[in-house]
């Protein structure tokens, strides 16, 4: 399943980028644990998170899209 037509990490502006083929309803960040430690409303095919709300560590993140019932994850290593 294409999820994403961009994901990617902005390193000058600290900055991960996500463009969805449909619209992002919200996202759910987990840490290492699996322990929620977010839920972000989108309401867009387009999202950027700061990487000031990570720490050092492996996150899933999941994305709930416009239409679907069940939550598609991706992994995010922030160093």
């Given at each position: 399943?294409?999820?994403?037509?961009?994901?990617?990490?902005?390193?000058?502006?600290?900055?991960?980028?996500?463009?969805?083929?449909?619209?992002?309803?919200?996202?759910?960040?987990?840490?290492?644990?699996g322990?929620?430690?977010?839920?972000?409303?989108?309401?867009s095919?387009?999202?950027?998170?700061?990487?000031?709300?990570?720490?050092?560590?492996?996150?899933?993140?999941?994305f709930?899209?416009?239409?679907?019932?069940?939550?598609?994850?991706?992994?995010?290593?922030?160093?």
């Open positions: 399943i294409d999820l994403f037509k961009v994901a990617s990490f902005d390193a000058d502006r600290e900055i991960f980028e996500f463009e969805a083929e449909s619209e992002i309803t919200y996202i759910q960040i987990f840490n290492e644990a322990v929620l430690k977010f839920q972000l409303p989108v309401l095919s387009k999202v950027k998170i700061s990487k000031k709300l990570f720490e050092q560590g492996n996150y899933k993140l999941g709930l899209m416009e239409g679907e019932s069940k939550v598609k994850f991706t992994h995010v290593v922030v160093k």
